[in-house]
């Protein structure tokens, strides 16, 4: 759970996330999350996503990076990344689990990754 250049691994960036329920919503979930190009949705501890008022909406099942299958329970948030507010699917992960934001958060926000520098950089405009 890596950023990935052409199937090898670079390094590992973290950066702060905030998460609610929705934009009425009084609960948030903030933490540091492992930015994971390798993952489409995003994923945090499913009790901190409860406290924080996240609903369960749908289940789905993903593969893993060993290959293997497992199904999650997904809810549907608002996202707060480098300043700017997107929104997208959280995965319901085990407690304890890293926090991990995927790429399709990324992308919606207009975020993209530097894997020579291995930081994270605003595009100047959002792709159509």
């Not at 329920?21 to 994923?43: H, K, L």
């Amino acid at each position: 759970m890596v950023v990935r250049r052409r199937g090898r691994r670079v390094g590992v960036i973290h950066i702060p996330v905030s998460l609610k329920a929705s934009r009425q919503s009084p609960g948030r979930y903030e933490a540091i999350f492992m930015v994971d190009t390798g993952a489409m949705d995003s994923m945090a501890p499913s009790s901190d996503l409860e406290t924080a008022g996240v609903e369960r909406i749908g289940r789905e099942t993903y593969e893993l990076a060993d290959g293997s299958y497992r199904e999650y329970d997904f809810g549907l948030v608002q996202i707060e990344l480098m300043g700017t507010i997107t929104a997208g699917r959280v995965l319901f992960g085990p407690d304890g689990t890293e926090p991990l934001l995927g790429v399709t958060a990324l992308e919606s926000a207009g975020v993209t990754i530097d894997p020579t520098r291995q930081t994270l950089r605003k595009l100047p405009a959002i792709r159509l």
